[in-house]
């Protein structure tokens, strides 16, 4: 009778515990249990730690509750201005309703990818190239809008949207290499046009005040004659001024005509004969 009753403990203990193994669950802290009782999906939610089910009734499924990073592959798009482009994008999600998740999408991490393609694609044909390049906090945003809006019923939220790369055709690069570069030399036009005209005005300035002091103007060819020299040059053209000509020429002095010398006349000049005109003349 003893033996009976042992033996019946030892198998009620191991029924026990076998129901115990086929029973016990381990939800991990960043994922939460979703319960099925025969197919019908009960309101409560497991939280993290251990937590039992019913053998052969009840079905746990877990869901992760991490934040997902998922890439997005290149999609290859036409611009508003008519330009081929490749666009990488990353999508960071996470599941805010897992019992949602779970019932009103099959799969929640391909429909969040499809739906990142669909708006990508979407965002390429409604904006220009420079949008692309440069603007891309605001279509940024604009990504996630339109992937959240789905999104937010199957019980995932969109926590960031980021566009990675954007790819040129190899002539759209050139092409804009060639603008930047006329774009950097028409600026440096302007910048060198502006201090030709700011120098402009200050050696105007300077001309005014040496032509007021006269040995203003010798200073400075002296300092240029310095400047010059310190260079160790084997020649050295040195200036000379027009106005130091001019002023030497109205020093000098006058030079005075020289005096005509007397020539003898050459008129004929009849002198007295003598003897008289007619002294041999009877």
């Given at each position: 009778?003893v033996?009976?009753?042992?033996?019946?403990g030892?198998t009620?203990?191991?029924?026990g515990?076998?129901?115990?193994?086929a029973a016990a669950?381990v939800?991990?802290?960043?994922?939460?249990?979703?319960?099925?009782?025969?197919?019908?999906?009960?309101p409560?939610?497991?939280?993290p730690?251990?937590?039992?089910?019913?053998?052969?009734?009840?079905?746990?499924r877990?869901?992760?509750?991490q934040?997902?990073?998922?890439?997005?592959?290149?999609?290859?798009?036409?611009?508003?201005?008519?330009?081929t482009?490749r666009?990488?994008?990353?999508?960071y999600?996470?599941?805010t309703s897992?019992?949602?998740?779970?019932?009103?999408?099959?799969?929640?991490?391909?429909?969040v990818?499809?739906?990142a393609?669909?708006?990508?694609?979407?965002?390429?044909?409604?904006?220009e190239?420079?949008?692309l390049l440069?603007?891309?906090?605001k279509?940024?945003?604009g990504?996630?809008?339109?992937?959240?809006s789905?999104?937010?019923?199957?019980?995932v939220?969109?926590?960031?949207?980021?566009?990675?790369?954007?790819?040129?055709?190899?002539?759209?690069?050139?092409?804009?290499?060639?603008?930047?570069?006329?774009?950097?030399?028409?600026?440096?036009?302007?910048?060198?046009a502006?201090?030709?005209?700011q120098?402009?005005?200050?050696?105007?300035?300077?001309?005014?005040?040496?032509?007021?002091?006269?040995?203003?103007?010798?200073?400075r060819?002296?300092?240029?004659?310095v400047?010059?020299a310190?260079?160790?040059?084997?020649?050295?053209?040195?200036?000379?001024?027009?106005?130091?000509?001019?002023?030497l020429?109205?020093?000098?002095?006058?030079?005075?005509?020289?005096?005509?010398e007397?020539?003898?006349?050459?008129?004929?000049?009849?002198?007295?004969?003598?003897?008289?005109?007619n002294?041999g003349?009877?």
């Amino acid at each position: 009778m003893v033996e009976e009753l042992v033996a019946a403990g030892v198998t009620l203990v191991s029924a026990g515990a076998v129901y115990v193994m086929a029973a016990a669950r381990v939800v991990k802290q960043y994922e939460r249990g979703v319960v099925f009782r025969l197919g019908k999906l009960r309101p409560e939610v497991r939280g993290p730690g251990f937590t039992m089910i019913v053998p052969g009734v009840d079905k746990l499924r877990k869901v992760n509750m991490q934040i997902v990073t998922m890439p997005v592959p290149g999609q290859e798009g036409i611009t508003r201005d008519n330009v081929t482009v490749r666009v990488d994008a990353v999508v960071y999600f996470k599941v805010t309703s897992p019992a949602e998740a779970v019932v009103r999408v099959e799969d929640y991490r391909f429909a969040v990818a499809q739906m990142a393609q669909t708006s990508l694609r979407s965002i390429i044909g409604k904006s220009e190239l420079d949008d692309l390049l440069s603007n891309r906090e605001k279509l940024n945003q604009g990504l996630e809008l339109m992937i959240d809006s789905p999104a937010v019923e199957w019980g995932v939220t969109i926590d960031r949207v980021e566009i990675k790369d954007v790819s040129l055709p190899e002539t759209m690069k050139r092409s804009m290499a060639r603008q930047a570069e006329a774009d950097r030399e028409r600026r440096a036009r302007v910048i060198n046009a502006d201090a030709e005209l700011q120098a402009s005005k200050k050696l105007a300035e300077a001309a005014k005040e040496m032509s007021e002091q006269p040995a203003a103007l010798q200073l400075r060819l002296l300092q240029t004659v310095v400047a010059v020299a310190a260079e160790k040059n084997s020649t050295l053209v040195l200036p000379f001024p027009v106005e130091l000509l001019r002023f030497l020429e109205r020093a000098a002095p006058t030079p005075q005509q020289p005096l005509q010398e007397q020539r003898p006349s050459l008129e004929p000049r009849l002198d007295p004969d003598p003897g008289g005109a007619n002294s041999g003349q009877d």
